[in-house]
Structures are given as C-alpha cells and as structure tokens.
C-alpha cells in the first residue's frame, strides 16, 4: 500500500496537486458528529464503528420504536426478514454454475446489465440494450444474485440485532460476513477483474467495479454487530485486511484504473469505493487524497451550472442515472465528514452538490416536465435521496415521503 500515491487515478492526483487546501477550504463546524477517520463513529456509539449509520438517528430511531407506529411497522418487517435470513444458506461466490475463464470459483463474475444476444446471429458477440436490463444478470450462472443477497442480508441482520438485542442475528450476520469474505472455502477473491462481462466482446470491464459499491453496506452491518463479539478480534483483522488487498486492486489493476478516469456515475462511485474502503481498512491517507480531489475533479467537472449532472443525460433513464450518480457523491460526502471535511457544502465555480439536489428535487411530482428521456420515473428513488438530503440541509428544506427500512436508517422529523 506505499504506493497508493501513484496508483491513483492520473485525474485525481493531478487535482490533489492543485488543490490541497480541500480540507482547509470545507472543514466541518466543531459541532459535526463524532465521526474519527477510521475509526468512524464507534467512540460515539458504544464500539459501533459505522461510517454511514449515524448513532444519534440510531438511538432515536430506537427510542421510537414503542410509540411510533410507522417505525414499529418497519421494525416488524425487518424482523421477519431476518428471520428469513436466519434460515437460509448464507450466499457465496462458490454457489455459480459458471466457473471463471480462470479456473477459479472465488473470482467473481457477473454479466454487463443493459447487453444482450444478437438477435442477427445468437452466435455473434453481445449487443447494447442501454436501459434493457438482461433478466441473464441474476441467474445462477453468475455471482450478481449471491452479492445482491449477501449484502441485504448482513444489512438486514445487523439492523435487526441493533433494534432487538437479540444475540441470533448478530450470529447470523457475522455468518454472513464470514462466508463472503473469511472461510477460505468460501470466501471471494479481492478483485473485479471478470465482473459485468460481454460474451464475444470481454471476459470483464472496467464497469465491472461497480459491482463492488454493494460491500459499503456490508461495512456498517460489521459495525454494528461489534458489541456481541460474534466477529472476533482476529475476523475484524482479517476482513480489514480483505479490503487493503481489494482497494490495492482497485487502485493497481488496469479495470480499476479505468474505472477511475470515468467521468460519469461510474467515475463517482469509483470515489465512493475506495475512500470508504480505505477508511475501513486504516488507510485514510488513500481516502484523503480522494475527498481532497473532489471538488474540482468531480464538482466542478461533472455537475453544470444548473446543477444537472450532464454525463447522465444521455441515458434512457437520464434522470435514475442523475439520482445514482448523486447517491455516490453522497456517500463520498459522508467519508469526507469522517476526515474533517464538508463536501455537501463545497463549491466550485457555482457547482455544488447541494445546486444538484436542487436541480432532480424540482422535478418531484413533476416527470411529465423532465426534459430528457426517462423510461421509468423513479419516484421512490427521488424520495430515498432527498430523505438522505434533508438530513444533510434540513429539516424540512425537500418535501420527501420516508418508509420501510428509511425510518431505521434516518430520523424523519
């Protein structure tokens, strides 16, 4: 890991160089949480070592629970889930059908979402089908489906231990953990390098990485079991050390690379990767250099005047693609406030994050006046990120809708 300055991103270091009064220029007021590199926030929460989850909407959210009917109805949802959960195999990348091109099962691999057969000649290399999700994507052949799962479900077991205290689902989370990343049986490699594949075109992508964004999730939930000690001291150690050898991959390899120059949602969720997993892998210098480059390398480059991010626009679900690429910068956004630094209130020759919340937030109500192709309005969306939003600028700067599992996450007002 000595070499992470040079690993990264051309475009990155070239910013940093230019920039490094990032953290100077966007410090946080003394009054922000408690939030300690890479520590996170566990001195504040009991041991706890979250980067997204905030202990004071946690502990509210909690306290709720006996007289608040729309959390309570939340929580008995969670419940039952995990205790589905709890009943099933935990996933793994041992349970594809599909061996990898290189002969080893704990590679990952996945098909590129929107590609297809050529319906001209089945035979023939995959096609683009922008905004066509290939149903393929999610079968037993690849690893999508198992990632998609194992991730919910430590998600989903580490809120349900939080809120009950029952010991059985930090067991089962950790079970989760633990397969995904520990038992040598079972435990995926740290590397992209076959993720979103195109038949008769490439074996894996530079796309590929953005596999990956599922494992912040994955992060929290460890976190958050921590005070049952059902992920030992050792286990921590070792996860830890899985992610110094992903975030090395992200940063060395040619995909990860790649992925680091784009200049859309992928280039933002490439930022949002590596500076979370380099904190959670106690490397925060890695994750400095990333927050310190963003303004300019991101702000400034990929959100216009107006505020729309115009990278996206292209898209058949221009404005999905505005939200995602958004969600990234968010999360982004909360590393940062873990080093000291406000990028919700950085700006840069007019762009800011907070110009492109505005900007999707105008159109809430109103699909029939975006001017750019949507093939399906992403309502609940919109309102996931503006709940996410008003936390940041609120309360009760966006009019939002909150349910189901965001009234666990963050404190509505």
């Known amino acids: 890991m000595k070499r992470f300055a040079l690993a990264l991103p051309w475009a990155i270091l070239a910013v940093a160089a230019t920039f490094p009064s990032a953290a100077a220029a966007f410090s946080l007021p003394a009054a922000a949480p408690d939030c300690e590199a890479s520590e996170g926030y566990a001195a504040a929460f009991g041991g706890r070592r979250t980067f997204t989850l905030l202990p004071s909407d946690l502990e509210a ?10 959390v309570s109805a939340a929580y008995r949802d969670l419940i039952a889930r995990a205790d589905k959960a709890l009943a099933a195999k935990p996933a793994s990348v ?35 089908r922008d905004g066509d999700t290939n149903p393929e994507i999610e079968t037993n052949r690849f690893d999508r489906a198992a990632l998609s799962r194992m991730t919910r479900d430590a998600d989903t077991l580490a809120l349900a231990y939080y809120y009950s205290g029952e010991p059985k689902y930090a067991d089962g989370a950790a079970r989760v953990i633990r397969t995904w990343f520990l038992d040598p049986a079972t435990a995926m490699n740290p ?7 195109v038949p008769g075109i490439s ?41 110094v050898r992903y975030v090395d ?8 690379k790649a992925e680091g120059e784009a200049s859309n949602n992928h280039g933002l969720w490439y930022d949002a990767q590596v500076a979370r997993f380099a904190l959670f892998a106690r490397k925060p210098d890695i994750a400095r250099k990333i927050v310190a480059a963003f303004p300019k390398a991101r702000i400034e480059r990929q959100i216009d005047p107006s505020g729309a991010l115009p990278a996206e626009l292209g898209r058949t679900r221009s404005f999905h693609y505005s939200l995602y690429a958004l969600g990234a910068a968010y999360t982004l956004a909360d590393s940062a406030a873990c080093l000291g630094v406000d990028l919700y209130r950085a700006e840069e020759k007019g762009r800011s994050l907070r110009k492109a919340t505005d900007h999707v937030a105008a159109f809430r109500g109103r699909a029939a006046e975006w001017p750019y192709e949507e093939i399906g309005w992403p309502a609940e969306t919109l309102d996931e990120l503006l709940v996410r939003a008003d936390s940041v600028w609120g309360p009760g700067v966006y009019p939002r809708a909150a349910s189901g599992d965001l009234l666990l996450r963050y404190r509505i007002p």
């Open 61 to 70: 959210i909690k306290a709720a629970l006996p007289h608040d009917p729309a």
């Open 94 to 128: 041992m349970d594809k059908r599909r061996i990898p091109v290189s002969g080893d099962r704990h590679d990952y691999v996945s098909l590129a979402r929107y590609w297809w057969p050529n319906p001209a000649n089945p035979k023939d290399a995959y096609v683009r």
């Open 191 to 197: 590397h992209m390098n076959y993720a979103q594949a």
């Open 203 to 243: 074996e894996g992508r530079p796309e590929g990485v953005l596999d990956g964004a599922s494992f912040i999730a994955v992060i929290d939930a460890a976190g958050l079991i921590a005070p049952s000690g059902t992920l030992t001291p050792a286990e921590v150690a070792a996860l830890e050390n899985w992610f």
């Open 249 to 256: 991959w992200m940063l060395e390899s040619p995909n990860g």
